[in-house]
């Protein structure tokens, strides 16, 4: 199974890659996890770009060994500028960032309106989605305040975006766009440990529905591509083993 290879493996497709012998297009790496690299999975599928997903893995507690990522980092053998997880490389493209990754599969998979000022707005809403991950990341992996947590998410965030979903299919219009996969992972991942946490957002539930329709997605959530991963690492207050 390609999607799923072991770094020497990624390394040696490299190569291959790079002397134009490969169709495979694009390497995307990151912890056997969904974490901040689901999203941009997802685009990936979306767009039917062929990738092969890299994964790496924690040790588990208490140790928490992070020697199958820290080696290749230290060798860093793409060379990426900025070693960190996830990484994207494709030809001469070797990028991290989670945004700077999901804003490139949306140029080169042509994602959503190619007007510009939509894509302001698209990424307008992608830094606003990764706030809200920021601040769930704290507690997930440090305060552990999920209560204060949720309230905050209920009274001041998942009504704006069902507000904005209400009007439109997708956050920026009719055209889904690169800050929709995000999203679509936030609120798939609060819904999960938040129980009823939708109830008063029914836009939110059926762009949830409406993300799982689109062909593309629907046929990966059913494919062995899809990995099942956790949502977190190991050392996660929540979602560290499937919760869904
Ligand atoms: N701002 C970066 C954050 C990347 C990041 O914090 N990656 C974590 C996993 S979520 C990691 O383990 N990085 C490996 C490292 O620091 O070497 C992004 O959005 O990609």
């Known amino acids: 199974n390609l999607q799923s290879i072991k770094i020497h493996q990624a390394i040696r497709l490299f190569r291959t890659m790079s002397e134009g012998k490969s169709d495979e297009k694009v390497i995307l790496a990151y912890w056997d996890i969904r974490g901040l690299a689901q999203a941009a999975r997802f685009a990936l599928e979306y767009a039917s770009i062929p990738y092969v997903n890299v994964t790496y893995a924690c ?8 020697d199958a990522w820290k080696i290749p980092k230290a060798e860093n053998k793409w060379p990426l500028d900025f070693p960190n997880l996830p990484y994207l490389i494709q030809n001469n493209v070797k990028i991290t960032q989670s945004n700077a990754i999901l804003r490139h599969i949306a140029r080169i998979g042509k994602i959503g309106s190619q007007d510009p000022d939509m894509q302001s707005l698209a990424d307008c809403y992608l830094e606003q ?80 529905q409406r993300f799982e329709n689109l ?8 494919s062995d591509r899809f990995g099942q991963w956790p949502f977190n690492n190991k050392m996660a207050k929540f979602g560290s083993t499937k919760t869904y």
């Open 59 to 66: 040790g588990d507690a208490p140790e928490y060994n992070v």
């Open 129 to 208: 989605i990764m706030d809200l991950r920021n601040a769930y990341v704290r507690e997930l992996y440090g305060g552990g305040g999920f209560d204060s947590h949720r309230k905050a998410v209920e009274a001041n965030i998942f009504p704006i975006y069902n507000r904005i979903l209400g009007e439109r299919s997708w956050l920026c219009g009719d055209s889904i766009s690169i800050a929709d996969f995000h999203l679509y992972e936030m609120v798939f991942q609060h819904n999960n440990q938040f129980s009823g946490i939708l109830d008063n957002f029914p836009n939110l539930t059926a762009f949830l």
């Open 215 to 222: 062909p593309k997605i629907a046929e990966y959530l059913k």
